[in-house]
């Protein structure tokens, strides 16, 4: 695609339920981030992959939080037992190599009940 | 705490007049680095980057200075428009291909 898709734009889940929020990157990108933004601050690292093998998951809040990346391409950030503070904007970037800007999605605005 | 921090939350500017966004890190082993704006709603947009072997460089409009020595990053804008507005991060490359994000500066345009 032209751009970086993450699906769904919205997710309204209750507290206690399962999420799986996807990303689409750029065709041929090779690494992909996660970022977690709340209300008036600046994206919060989560995880950063390169090709299938997640590089660097330090920022990952607790074992609640995975995310997958299995071809290489697509990625799945996955929360189990969401909780009101889960509660956030997630957003998707990717790149093609090192020193060249992260390309960011819309994100997906989850809200937890 | 975060090793990317702005000095200021807000800055309100003339329309037609420069404006300067200014950002401190920490980390010294940060090779990278790269200005993002972010309109309400949506996910951050590249303006400008700039490497660690480099002071200056310029874009459209924008130019980005970095002062290694007190490690001082800042975004100029030239001539200000109501299209600017909006919220400007700096990141950084911390050498470890993690793009670290500061807290954000909201840049309002004054009529």
Known sequence: ?113 | GESVGLHLPTLSVQEGDNSIINCAYSNSASDYFIWYKQESGKGPQFIIDIRSNMDKRQGQRVTVLLNKTVKHLSLQIAATQPGDSAVYFCAENNGDDKIIFGKGTRLHILP
């Open chain 1, 1 to 113: 695609g032209a751009g970086v898709s993450q699906t769904p734009s919205n997710k309204v889940t209750e507290k206690g339920k399962y999420v799986e929020l996807r990303c689409d990157p750029i065709s041929g990108h090779t690494a992909l981030y996660w970022y977690r933004q709340s209300l008036g601050q600046g994206p919060e690292f989560l995880i950063y992959f390169q090709g299938t093998g997640a590089a660097d998951d330090s920022g990952l809040p607790n074992d609640r939080f995975f995310a997958v990346r299995p071809e290489g391409s697509v990625s799945t950030l996955k929360i189990q037992r969401t909780e009101r503070g889960d509660s956030a904007v997630y957003l998707c970037a990717s790149s093609s190599y090192r020193y060249t800007e992260a390309f960011f999605g819309q994100g997906t605005r989850l809200t937890v009940v």
